[in-house]
């Protein structure tokens, strides 16, 4: 009984330790791995994918060259078309396939590829050559569109839970805050915090964050822009103030964070999902689900409650609104609370989504404004709108420009909407000066 | 703690070429922001049109360095009449938005893998100014009293302070002419002026481009002085400098964006190597569980941040400014 719980334990262990191999996984697999480090080795896979079929391709030699040039070891591809080639230690190695040993017919997918580098680090790597003509669909961009699609969607809705905080800001107080950026990375640090150092699990850790955020952005309009609004500063001086702010914030974020970028304990690497058309990870999945369920919520409470007709008003008239018996500088807060919170919780699905650094909010603060600029400035709906159209943009100009240009895109496109329609898709007229 | 050096490190960089590149940068700035009351929050993007104009012409099209500095005075021109055509009968803050974004463009765009043969991608150009150096008159080591110079930063000290004086005569001299006056009306009262029948368009389209080619200047100086020009040198936080050195020195006077240049770096000076001293060695005076060297380094930064809050709220005026002259209100 006892030796069949320990070799039951054996086996799960194996198959554990195996299937993070398998992932390539992440720094978890790797300290597990690092004690069985004098059985290290290489393995290549030959399976012959032609004509449908999965079958294993035997006896054909495989060398295993380290980085200084010098053979480690060759092995022969057993039955299972697996060829184990033991290696001293972790380290760059080239695998290379000795083409004169496969079978007759049988021909490598690309056959200029007949070596392949790994980088071994604490665990077992598996290499493997393709066999058979090339069966995959080439990418088109057919075939591109609709994840780009969905990515686009992601990314839009991210900007978009910054972008409405922005854009009720400044309806209801005139601020163009330059400092929103930085509330975006608070909640990525602060969840990383909650996480990494609190060791709550990503999820709670998130939920909390926004509880927090909600309160920086009370504390910041009661401590901060509240004062500033009595003492009569205007706007101009006021978005310069956040300009200052923001850069203090970002050096503060800097010094205690470092300029490293740091990823959460959960969620960090997920295999794609096989939908038909696109292929979400799990992770892209829950960040639209959860982003959509908040930025309807938040659209019925500003459309259908008391406070959120009463916000509404604020931004199209605050003197009108205050006549009518609203109380402004209440609403202004309730504003900079629920503002902070979701620039809070696009910090921590950008988290979720990328990786946290200190500047992860500065850097797509200005795909922020272009989709509030884009959407109308001011306006609720015209936010949502416009980032959605400005991530998707993005995403889907790297069918056309280098991936590297592709904010380019959204940028350029900013300015061409103010030259054509300043006052954004939703945008009434008369709001331009 | 050896103050000595403190000093003079940051009396070298109070007028050495930190201060040089920002008071040129900040001087464009007043002409915007100070006179007219237009919001560039891209001058480093004109900085770098000018700057990358000089390096590209010479290093990538092989042309003169005589020929390549008019190119880049041309390229900031084209750059501002670009910005301005959309966005000057717009309000405010469009401006601002706008003039961010085309500098962040500028600076994705020259530092792209895509268009490396050009600009040279991250590593940014070298090589250009052998012309410039070759007209050096310094051939040693030049005292300065407080610091020593260079031969070479001798030479880009002289013609960077030549260049600034210049700068502010050519903006002292405009701004007490009846058109500088038409700058200083609009930005008190746009519709006023455009009552009296002036194209208020047209003259913030010229107030751009003249502080977009001082801009582009100070380009050129960041080139000359570091012999290398990349992309991290146009980053948007040195607009944002450019803003604190002009509300410090205070804006719409002639010389408060120089003023302000040589107190910024000195104070950012002072405390950069303050910090440094307090956590190197073996026995700092700072602990490094409180503060490492590389935190050390962000101190200033920090500093500047916050000090450009507390001028804005306290004195926008900054040192020399008349607080009824800083366009801080309109909407």
Redesign the interface.
């Known amino acids: 009984m006892r030796k069949l719980f320990i070799a039951l334990v054996l086996t799960l262990v194996g198959g554990l330790l195996g299937a993070g191999a398998l992932a390539g996984a992440g720094p978890a697999a790797a300290d597990g791995g690092s004690s069985g480090e004098d059985k290290l080795s290489i393995n290549a896979k030959l399976i012959d994918t032609s004509g449908g079929k999965s079958e294993p391709v035997a006896g054909v030699d495989i060398v295993v060259t380290g980085a200084d040039g010098e053979a480690v070891g060759t092995a022969t591809t057993d039955d299972e078309g697996i060829a184990a080639v033991p290696i001293p230690q972790g380290g760059e190695y080239t695998v290379s396939i000795d083409t004169n040993t496969l079978p007759e017919n049988t021909f490598l997918t690309d056959p200029d590829r007949t070596k392949a580098t790994v980088n071994v680090l604490g665990f077992d790597a598996t290499v493997q050559f393709p066999i058979g003509p090339d069966t995959r669909n080439l990418e088109t961009w057919v075939d591109r569109l609709p994840d780009l699609l969905m990515q686009g969607i992601k990314f839009g809705l991210l900007i978009a839970l910054a972008a409405l905080g922005l854009s009720m800001i400044y309806g209801t107080t005139g601020l163009t805050n330059f400092a929103h950026g930085e509330l975006v990375t608070l909640g990525g640090i602060l969840t990383w915090t909650l996480n990494r150092q609190a060791g709550l699990p990503v999820l709670w850790a998130g939920v909390l964050t926004v509880i927090i955020m909600a309160g920086v952005g009370a504390l910041q309009d009661l401590g901060f822009w509240r004062p500033l609004r009595d003492r009569g500063s205007g706007n101009i001086a006021l978005m310069i103030v956040s300009i200052g702010f923001g850069l203090f914030l970002r050096n503060v974020y800097q010094y205690f964070f470092g300029d490293d970028t740091r990823a959460y304990s959960e969620y960090t690497s997920q295999g794609p999902l096989d939908l038909p058309l696109v292929e979400p990870t799990p992770k892209d999945l829950v960040i639209i689900a959860v982003a959509i369920a908040v930025l309807v919520v938040v659209s019925l409470l500003l459309a259908r409650t008391r406070l959120g007709k009463a916000t509404r008003a604020v931004a199209d008239n605050p003197s009108l609104a205050a006549s009518s018996g609203i109380n402004v500088a209440q609403v202004i807060t309730v504003v900079w609370i629920a503002g902070t919170a979701l620039a809070g919780l696009s910090g921590v699905l950008l988290g979720v989504d990328q990786q946290v650094e200190y500047q992860m909010g500065f850097k797509i603060l200005l795909l922020v404004f272009a989709g509030v600029t884009l959407g109308g400035l001011g306006t609720v709906w015209g936010a949502m709108l416009g980032s959605l159209i400005v991530g998707i943009m993005i995403e889907m100009s790297t069918l056309v420009v280098p991936a590297e240009l592709k904010y380019v895109g959204a940028l350029v496109l900013l300015i061409l909407i103010l030259l054509v329609r300043p006052q954004g898709i939703l945008g009434r007229r008369e709001r331009v000066g | 703690m050896n103050w000595d050096q403190i000093i003079e490190f940051s009396l070298r960089s109070a007028f050495g070429s930190e201060a040089i590149v920002y008071a040129m940068a900040a001087i464009g700035l007043n002409v915007h922001f100070g006179y007219t009351g237009l ?1 560039n ?1 891209g001058q480093a993007g004109f900085m770098a049109v000018g700057g990358y104009g000089i390096a590209a012409s010479v290093t990538t099209f092989g042309l003169s360095f005589w020929v390549a500095v008019p190119i880049g005075i041309l390229a900031a021109i084209v750059f501002a009449l670009l910005l301005g ?3 000057l009968r ?5 401006l ?3 003039t ?3 500098a ?2 500028i600076r ?2 020259v530092g ?3 268009l490396q043969e050009y600009f040279g991608g991250r590593d940014g150009l070298q090589e250009f100014n052998d012309s410039f150096v070759a007209i050096n008159p310094y051939d040693s080591s030049v005292n300065m009293v407080l610091f020593t110079l260079r031969p070479n930063d001798a030479w880009v000290f002289t013609v960077g302070w030549i260049m600034v004086g210049l700068a502010c005569l050519l903006v002292w001299a405009l701004m007490r002419s009846p058109w500088g006056r038409v700058l200083k009306s609009i930005r008190e009262d746009e519709e006023a002026v455009r009552s009296l029948g002036k194209n208020v368009y047209s003259y913030k389209m010229q107030a751009l481009v003249l502080g977009g080619v001082l801009g582009g200047i100070a380009g050129f100086l960041v080139a000359l002085d570091q012999a290398a020009i990349n992309p991290e040198n146009f980053s948007t ?1 040195v607009t ?1 400098f450019a ?2 050195v002009l ?1 410090l020195g205070g804006a719409a006077r002639v010389l408060g964006p120089v003023v302000g240049a040589i107190m910024f770096w000195f104070l950012i000076s002072v405390l950069g190597n303050f910090f440094t001293q307090a956590t190197a060695g073996d026995n700092p005076l700072i602990s490094p569980e409180i503060m490492t060297g ?2 050390a380094s ?2 200033r ?2 500093a ?6 507390l ?3 306290f004195r ?1 005026q900054g040192i020399f400014g008349d607080k009824r002259e800083i ?5």
């Open positions: 919001l929050f055509a959309p966005t717009l309000r405010a803050d469009y601002a938005i706008v961010i974004a085309a962040e463009i994705i765009v792209s893998v895509s936080d944002f803003y604190t509300i590389t935190q962000l101190v930064f920090i500047a941040g916050l000090g450009l809050v001028l804005v709220i926008p366009a801080l209100d309109a909407r």
